[in-house]
């Protein structure tokens, strides 16, 4: 059995690193188990987005 492939290796490339994971994801906060839960359309993005809120004391849910 064979896959069938409609795209080059290099295009696959472009498409798999241009790919964005969707979902709903689940932050945790350890001191008192406060939880956030949210969505995205890009995750990774979003969640580099909360590090850095949290890191700088900035996040947009007060119980963070």
């Known amino acids: ?13 472009i498409l798999m690193t241009n790919k964005k994971i969707r979902g709903i994801y ?5 001191i008192n188990n406060n939880v956030y839960i949210g969505s995205s359309v890009n995750i990774e993005s979003r969640h580099q987005g ?9 996040h947009h849910n007060y119980l963070f």
Do not use: A, P, T, W
């Open 50 to 58: 909360h590090k850095k809120d949290l890191r700088n004391g900035k």
């Open 26 to 30: 689940k932050i945790v906060k350890k």
């Open 1 to 13: 059995m064979s896959s069938l492939s409609f795209y080059s290796s290099k295009e696959q490339q």
